[in-house]
């Protein structure tokens, strides 16, 4: 049996981290920055070294002086109490893929470098057992509800492609539900490009036969046939029939109702998917869905938005003039247009009111960063240091067409609180890949210091503080793992 880490979630999500009652000397609620843990004996600061905060997990937080050390981390009740090592598996040539929860315990998925075969470990096993039903190869693994889904490499070729009949790189899919004792299932082969529709996968093979799968029985239904390249999010299904790969026909369909219309021709087809030769790589070709506005969008060469159409009736958008698209998020795109002189301007289209605002217009080598829109008006970044991503927060107001200085310092790296304050990470002028985490307050400008010399602040929660930090501070005066609170507003 080995000792697994806890797995790291994504930077912006907040763990949740349950404190005991019955627990000894809680530090929580927390009134304030304290340290949960001293590095153990003997530890001495690396300036190479790669500290982290790996996650939190049922209330414990994960760490590490140094990253480059995989043998063992540690961990520490959020609220309190003694850290822990724990040994990590230190075969070198062992990779963790993947863990699942189960009713009958966490599961391990390994693949061995060497003998190319899938392990399966859970805590109730003396050690990882190769999971039976899949052949030895290079194995990537990746989540699905209650199971994992394996891919195979079969047939190497352009893997940013995920299109049909044109000599891409095609897959082997198998999925395992967890329990060692069963062999993993086989679903699909051949396949080009996959993706999730509720539960069941759609899984497109070579020869352009687009198949619903159901990932826990396996059970196949094709639902089209002569499919060149396709888009899904459920239930719109937009796909492209396999022609003659100079202009071919797009089609929109429902998957609830097998509806189905006409939306465009492609004509740049062997410019896409990666095969522009100025970008190569490129995503021409894809569709992006935006299901709150109903709406999806064609990338087209150039990087420019060669389409929009409504989800609900298929109709067709005007795009206004652009250059490239840089943003479409939030229900807004914003384009970028190259004028004469080294000019650029940027412009804000509501695709839904059809609403333009050109926000910026001036020298190239002076382009802001777009940070976020509201309906009133736009924030942005104005430069002052652009190798570091720092400068000053500017306001565009739609209504008066006027420019404003909202605070004098600012970084691109930064969240946005519910009550409106940003949490922003400055670079620690005390040491590389440090920061000082900041909270700011828009509305009186005020900058408040959470933590200096801070390495990878980690947001969580825990039963009784709404929102707290952990970090990890080796350069202070008292070096460990440190926690504090959010001042209220």
């Given at each position: ?128 057992q190769v999971l039976a039903g899949l052949p030895p190869a290079d ?351």
């Amino acid at each position: 049996m080995l000792c697994r880490p806890i797995l790291a979630a994504p930077l912006i999500a907040l763990a949740v981290a349950a404190c005991q009652p019955d627990e000894p000397a809680s530090l929580c609620p927390l009134t304030g920055p304290v340290r949960l843990a001293a590095p153990p004996d003997g530890w001495a600061f690396d300036p190479a070294a790669e500290p982290e905060v790996l996650g939190v997990e049922d209330g414990r937080i994960a760490f590490t002086y140094d990253e480059r050390d995989a043998t063992s981390h540690w961990q520490i009740d959020a609220c309190g109490g003694e850290p822990e090592r724990v040994e990590e598996d230190a075969i070198p040539y062992r990779e963790q893929l993947r863990t699942l929860d189960t009713p009958a315990g966490e599961v391990t998925y390994y693949l061995d470098e060497l003998t190319q075969k899938i392990l399966v470990d859970r805590d109730d096993l003396p050690e990882p057992q190769v999971l039976a039903g899949l052949p030895p190869a290079d194995y990537r693994a990746d989540y699905w509800p209650d199971r994992i889904v394996f891919v195979r490499n079969e047939k190497p070729g352009t893997p940013t492609g995920y299109a049909a009949g044109l000599g891409m790189a095609t897959y082997t899919l198998y999925s395992h539900d967890g329990d060692p004792a069963q062999p993993a299932l086989f679903l699909a082969d051949g396949v080009v490009r996959s993706d999730r529709h509720g539960l069941d996968l759609l899984a497109l093979r070579d020869d352009g036969e687009l198949r619903r799968v159901d990932v826990d029985t396996g059970e196949t239904t094709i639902l089209l046939t002569g499919v060149r390249a396709f888009s899904v999010s459920s239930p719109s299904l937009i796909w492209q029939e396999m022609g003659d790969d100079v202009a071919e026909p797009v089609y929109l369909r429902d998957l609830d109702t097998g509806s189905e219309r006409p939306l465009l021709i492609n004509d740049f087809c062997q410019r896409s998917w990666g095969r522009d030769p100025d970008f190569p790589g490129s995503n021409y070709g894809s569709w992006g869905f935006d299901h709150e506005t109903g709406l999806a969008g064609l990338s087209g060469p150039g990087y420019k938005l060669a389409a929009m159409h409504r989800l609900a009736d298929g109709a067709a958008l005007e795009i206004p003039a652009h250059d490239q698209w840089e943003i479409w998020d939030d229900g807004i795109v914003v384009f970028e247009t190259f004028e004469p002189g080294e000019t650029v301007s940027f412009k804000l289209w509501d695709p839904v009111t059809g609403a333009e605002h050109v926000w910026y217009r001036g020298a190239f080598a002076d382009s802001p960063a777009f940070l976020a829109h509201d309906g009133d008006g736009i924030d942005y970044l104005v430069f002052t240091d652009r190798d570091a991503w720092l400068g000053s927060l500017w306001r565009y107001d739609f209504a008066s067409g006027r420019h404003a200085e909202v605070l004098p310092r600012m970084s691109y790296y930064h969240s946005r609180l519910d009550d409106g304050r940003y949490i922003v990470r400055f670079p620690s002028s005390d040491l590389d890949g440090a920061v000082d985490l900041v909270v700011i307050d828009r509305d009186t400008g005020s900058y408040t210091t959470l933590a200096e010399r801070a390495h990878s602040p980690w947001p969580l929660r825990t039963d009784e503080d709404q929102l707290a930090y952990a970090w990890l501070d080796l350069l202070g005066p008292e070096p460990g793992l440190w926690m504090t609170p959010l001042p209220p507003k």
